[in-house]
């Protein structure tokens, strides 16, 4: 069982920086490629960013690239997204969700991957 808890959010104006991070507990030692998905009101979520379990992989939505920044730190397991040059596109709550895996190096995309999700934390960004 993995708990995951989001934190950071806020409201900011457009251009400007926050950074969401994301507190997990296992049970286990077990590794786990690590994602961000966001999910604007009356629409479906979708993915941002992930990350492999080394960190070595990252992968970004075309939306977010060059303005976002995934990592992580699997000694205080936890994961941070950085967020720049905000839009106001890019309000929505913002979700953290675990995969496990046997893979150091893979990241994952898909919302139907991960099988551990946040409560989430919202992001308004005013224009």
């Known amino acids: 069982q993995v708990q995951l808890v989001e934190s950071g959010g806020g409201a900011v104006q457009a251009g400007g920086s926050l950074r969401v991070s994301c507190a997990a507990s296992?049970?286990?030692?077990?590794?786990?490629?690590l994602g961000w998905f966001r999910q604007a009101p009356g629409k479906e979520r979708k993915f941002v960013a992930a990350?492999?379990?080394?960190?070595?992989?990252?992968g970004y939505a075309d939306s977010v690239k060059g303005r976002f920044t995934i990592s992580r730190d699997n000694d205080k397991k936890a994961m941070y997204l950085q967020m720049n040059s905000l839009k106001p596109e890019d309000t929505a709550v913002y979700y953290c969700?675990?995969?496990?895996?046997?893979?150091?190096?893979?990241?994952?995309?898909?919302?139907?991957?991960?099988?551990?999700w946040g409560r989430g934390t919202q992001v308004a960004v005013a224009s």
């Open positions: 990350i492999s379990w080394s960190g070595t992989s990252t």
């Open positions: 296992a049970a286990t030692d077990s590794k786990f490629g």
């Open positions: 969700a675990a995969k496990q895996t046997y893979n150091d190096d893979i990241y994952y995309d898909r919302t139907a991957e991960y099988t551990y």
